[in-house]
């Protein structure tokens, strides 16, 4: 099992460039997360989403898009990078049953940095 | 809006020595807290919930709504237990959507 599992791993963008970020589990969780974490803060909620077809936005969603077409990816785009969104990036998935509620897996995460 | 501070960046203990890592919170709706840590070079991972009550790894965690606190507690430091450590709190809604707090990292040392 690979959990949860984020590419690439490292990137660097410049300035208006796009990209998107990848995100595949193999859990069959229902519910997917990404969050990013800027120097010295905590983790915010960018995106979520709880079933294919079904996203919302977090805290932070501004600059970002998502997509859910299966319930195995959740990629996330960046359409015109800025500095601002120089960050680590971070995947997550949980279970929509009782006892896997709330807990959540992560990926590795993906460092971005935008010059 | 709901928050969650941990105030200390840094802890440093002596092995054999008590640990406790303090979370605070602001939320007006019913608060469920978790405790997650990063070992290094490993990823963020469920160390143990509220609702469980349980003891893992010998760490224990009371909420105290009185308070607004949530302090993660060892009795007795380990090396192994370095690691970063993140309070979060969950907000409404079905999905597991968390407030983390910014972290503290514990360094044990002999």
């Known amino acids: 099992n690979a959990g949860v599992t984020q590419t690439p791993k490292f990137r660097i963008l410049k300035i208006g460039q796009s990209m998107t970020l990848q995100c595949a589990q193999d859990?069959?969780?229902?519910?997917m997360y990404w969050y990013r974490q800027d120097p010295g803060m905590g983790l915010k909620l960018i995106y979520y989403?709880?079933?294919?077809?079904?996203?919302d936005k977090g805290e932070v969603p501004n600059g970002y898009n998502v997509s859910r077409s299966t319930t195995e990816d959740f990629p996330l785009r960046l359409e015109l990078a800025a500095p601002s969104q120089t960050s680590v990036y971070f995947c997550a998935s949980s279970a929509g049953t009782a006892s896997g509620a709330n807990v959540l897996t992560f990926g590795a995460g993906s460092r971005l940095t935008v010059l | 809006a709901q928050r969650v501070t941990q105030p200390e960046k840094l802890l440093s203990v002596f092995k054999g020595a008590p640990v406790e890592l303090k979370c605070n919170y602001s939320?007006?709706?019913?608060?469920?807290l978790f405790w997650y840590v990063q070992y290094s070079r490993q990823r963020l991972q469920l160390l143990l919930r509220?609702?469980s009550r349980e003891s893992i790894k010998g760490f224990t965690a009371d909420l105290n709504k009185g308070e607004t606190s949530f302090h993660l507690k060892k009795p007795f430091a380990q090396e192994e237990d370095s690691a970063m450590y993140y309070c979060a709190l969950k907000v409404g809604g079905t999905a597991s959507k968390l407030t983390f707090g910014t972290g503290t990292r514990l360094q044990v040392t002999l």
């Open positions: 939320y007006s709706g019913s608060p469920e």
């Open positions: 509220h609702i």
């Open positions: 989403s709880v079933g294919a077809g079904i996203t």
């Open positions: 859990m069959n969780h229902n519910y």
